[in-house]
């Protein structure tokens, strides 16, 4: 504001303000108040000059400071659903300043059990990670940003349930001559083949523990002599997959 020494505003005058080292000239209004709108560019401190050059009254000068900080962006993180092992898992969130208006083509930093990757927000500040999953019961998500000239660093954190993953056996069986042979493979539910895993297979009450091969198959064979063969086999379960029994079959041999 100009005013004279007895604090009466003076209308219509030029004052020139300088932000910076960038000069803006100004004219007060019939209350002697001027304004001047701009962007604030830089971060701290911001030096402004208001000077009076002075016609009818003597030229004057004052000085004053004031500071710019970060704007606050916000990560947020939806809400995941409970999935299964090995599945594929999408997680999704959006990145946008504290009005609420979008920050688009900006990196966002993702972690997931300690798997960092980094995701890229679209023109309504949203991002998304696929990936599948490779721990059972909580897993940790972290989603932040480090910050920048514009923006203060952000961080968020969420949870999401992984349960255990149904499992298929499937079974195949040839009699020849007396000799038995049930073959068959062991995967789970997305087709995916379990190497070197334990299957009991039972015979007619007998319970014999075969080991998958490298392509998630097991084979047995014996000589049984009995008209009457009856067989089953079962996995009884581990930390990321569910138990899994076949239902009980009977070979009648001639």
């Keep these: 504001k100009l005013i004279n020494t007895h604090g009466i505003g003076i209308k219509g005058q030029k004052v020139t303000v300088k ?39 003597n030229t004057y000068t004052t000085s004053t400071t004031f500071e710019i900080t970060q704007t606050e962006a916000i990560i947020t993180i939806d809400k995941i659903a409970t999935t299964q092992f090995r599945d594929n898992v999408t997680i999704t969130g959006t990145f946008k300043n504290s009005n609420g208006k ?44 480090t910050g920048n000239a514009n923006y203060a660093k952000y961080t968020t954190n969420t949870t999401f349930n992984v349960t255990k993953q149904d499992l298929i056996i499937t079974t195949e069986v040839k009699y020849n001559k007396g000799n038995f042979t049930i073959t068959g493979t062991f995967i789970d539910k997305n087709g995916n083949k379990l190497a070197n895993s334990k299957i009991r297979v039972n015979i007619n009450g007998k319970a014999i523990y075969v080991k998958t091969d490298s392509n998630g198959t097991y084979t047995y064979s014996e000589m049984i002599t009995a008209k009457t063969i009856k067989y089953n ?6 930390a990321n997959y569910n138990s899994y029994t076949s239902s009980k079959t009977t070979l009648t041999v001639a």
Excluded: E, M, P, Q
């Design 102 to 145: 979008a920050i688009a083509n900006s990196k966002v930093r993702v972690n997931v059990n300690g798997y960092s990757t980094y995701v890229t927000t679209d023109h309504d500040g949203a991002w998304s990670l696929t990936l599948k999953t490779n721990k059972t019961g909580v897993n940790n998500v972290t989603a932040s940003f």
């Design 233 to 238: 086999v079962y996995y009884g379960g581990s």
């Design 19 to 57: 932000i910076n080292g960038a000069d803006n000239t100004v004219t007060t209004d019939t209350n002697g108040v001027w304004k001047l709108k701009i962007k604030t560019l830089t971060l701290g401190t911001n030096n402004i000059t208001a000077t009076y050059n002075g016609t009818t009254y």
